[in-house]
T-cell receptor
């Protein structure tokens, strides 16, 4: 089954304790992205990756890191989480990340609900 | 002005009604447009891409108006199961970024 998976689905942690949220897709997609969703603010893009070893900042990258060593995986790293990073996080992937074709239709993972105390 | 704007609603409509949402975007060079559906705190799911000529999928019709810089979603014969939040998404031209609207909430009432 074609899908995007994220782990963990729920996480409660404390300020300053490094954590990683994994994201994996099995569709051989070039483009992957991380979003956070907060009430009243909608989904905001954190980082994206156009291909292996190619990443760039989205609109809210502060406090996050990413890496893309393999095509299928795109982990999100919080080196020193803070309470303002409490949010619902989504990973997404698409064949490409630009253009007018249907190749940039994104498919989303189930989400990770993170609480930082 | 926000890059992508939607009326948050909620739109409360009876079953069987026709309802339409608009979404305005600020960058006239935007090229890719999408409508996603999101059920309460679950992942967004692609409803349809929006093409220049407009497109239809069953009860759903999407239109693009480049002159006025908005896209629309029309839902005919609303079902209870259509109750959800509808997200408008625009691909930022010249970049690989996607901008989401904050969503329009639809409630279909029995």
């Amino acid at each position: 089954e074609a899908q995007v998976t994220q782990n963990p689905r729920y996480l409660i942690t404390v300020t300053g304790k490094k954590l990683t949220v994994t994201c994996s897709q099995n569709m051989n997609h070039e483009y992957m992205s991380w979003y956070r969703q907060d009430p009243g603010l909608g989904l905001r893009q954190i980082y994206y990756s156009m291909n292996v070893e190619v990443t760039d900042k989205g609109d809210v990258p502060e406090g996050y890191k990413v890496s893309r060593k393999e095509k299928r995986n795109f982990p999100l790293i919080l080196e020193s989480p803070s309470p303002n990073q409490t949010s619902l996080y989504f990973c997404a992937s698409s064949l490409e990340g630009f253009g007018t074709s249907s190749y940039n239709e994104q498919f989303f993972g189930p989400g990770t609900r993170l609480t930082v105390l | 002005r926000k890059e992508v704007e939607q009326d948050p609603g909620p739109f409360n409509v009876p079953e069987g009604a026709t309802v339409a949402f608009n979404c305005t975007y600020s960058n006239s060079a935007s090229q890719s447009f999408f409508w996603y559906r999101q059920d309460c705190r679950k992942e967004p799911k692609l409803l349809m891409s929006v093409y220049s000529s407009g497109n239809e999928d069953g009860r759903f019709t999407a239109q693009l108006n480049r002159a006025s810089q908005y896209i629309s979603l029309l839902i005919r014969d609303s079902k209870l199961s259509d109750s959800a939040t509808y997200l408008c998404v625009v691909n930022t031209p010249g970049t690989y970024k996607y901008i989401f609207g904050t969503g329009t909430r639809l409630k279909v009432l029995a």
